[in-house]
C-alpha cells in the first residue's frame, strides 16, 4: 500500500517530445511537492502545492508545468524535452500543519533520461 | 534565505568505525525543523530522523546517534559500528514554519563507504 506512488519510474525519451510524470498520495496530505536530483545528487524543489494551490515555483523553465486536480495528485507535465532536463525526479508530500505527524514522505523517484 | 551545508562530499570508512556526518544549517526563522535522510545505491529516501527547533535534545536509535546544537547551527550524525549495508549518500534537511516556504532545502549530501 505505497504512501507515495509515481509513474513512471524510468522515462526514456527524445529531444523535444512531451511527457508527463504522475504522483498520488494515500497519506491525507495537503501539500505535495516536485523535487529534481541532478546527477550530482543535488536535491533541489522546483514547485509545491498546498490544497491545490501552487505556494512555491522555484526558478524553473516554463517548459515544466504542475498540476494539481485534487490534494491527493501532482503531475508533471514536461514540453520540448532537452539533454538538461535528464534527472531523477521525486514527488513528495508532507501535512501543512507542523505538528507530531509532521514530515515529508517522498515517492522512489522518476529516473528521466532524454536522449 | 535558508542554506544547509555538508561540507564532508565523501567519507570513506571500514567496517566497525564510528562515522560523524557534519550538517551546519542558516535560518532566520525561529521555528524551523531539521531532517537526516538516506539515499542507498537503489535511489529512493528513507526518512531517519527529524528534530523541532525548540527541542535540543540529543537522540540515539540503535547505532545512530544525532547531536543537535542551536549554539553552532549544527545537526551531526553519528554512525557507531559501521557496516556495508550503511554505504549511502546521507542527506541534512531543513524546513522552516513561519515563512510558510514548508518545502525541504537540501545540503549536497554526504558519500559513505563503509568496506568490508
Known amino acids: 500500500d505505497t504512501a507515495v506512488s509515481q509513474t513512471p519510474k524510468y522515462l526514456v525519451t527524445q529531444m523535444g517530445n512531451d511527457k508527463s510524470i504522475k504522483c498520488e498520495q494515500n497519506l491525507g496530505h495537503d501539500t505535495m511537492y516536485w523535487y529534481k536530483q541532478d546527477s550530482k545528487k543535488f536535491l533541489k524543489i522546483m514547485f509545491s502545492?498546498?490544497?491545490?494551490?501552487?505556494?512555491i515555483n522555484e526558478t524553473v523553465p516554463n517548459r515544466f508545468s504542475p498540476k494539481s486536480p485534487d490534494k491527493a495528485h501532482l503531475n508533471l507535465h514536461i514540453n520540448s524535452l532537452e539533454l538538461g532536463d535528464s534527472a531523477v525526479y521525486f514527488c513528495?508530500?508532507?501535512?501543512?500543519?507542523?505538528?507530531?505527524?509532521?514530515?515529508?514522505?517522498f515517492g522512489s523517484g522518476t529516473r528521466l533520461t532524454v536522449v | 534565505a535558508q542554506k544547509v551545508t555538508q561540507a564532508q562530499t565523501e567519507i570513506s570508512v571500514v567496517e566497525k568505525e564510528d562515522v560523524t556526518l557534519d550538517c551546519v544549517y542558516e535560518t532566520r526563522d525561529t521555528t524551523y525543523y531539521l531532517f537526516w535522510y538516506k539515499q542507498p545505491p537503489s535511489g529512493e529516501l528513507v526518512f531517519l530522523i527529524r528534530r523541532n527547533s525548540f527541542d535540543e535534545q540529543n537522540e540515539i536509535s540503535g547505532r545512530y546517534s544525532w547531536n543537535f546544537q542551536k549554539s553552532t547551527s549544527s545537526f551531526n550524525f553519528t554512525i557507531t559500528a559501521s557496516q556495508v549495508v550503511d554505504s549511502a549518500v546521507y542527506f541534512c534537511a531543513l524546513s522552516e514554519r513561519d515563512t510558510g516556504r514548508r518545502a525541504l532545502t537540501f545540503g549536497s549530501g554526504t558519500r559513505l563507504q563503509v568496506q568490508p
Open positions: 513528495a508530500s508532507s501535512p501543512w500543519l507542523t505538528g507530531e505527524n509532521y514530515g515529508y514522505t
Open positions: 502545492y498546498n490544497n491545490k494551490e501552487l505556494i
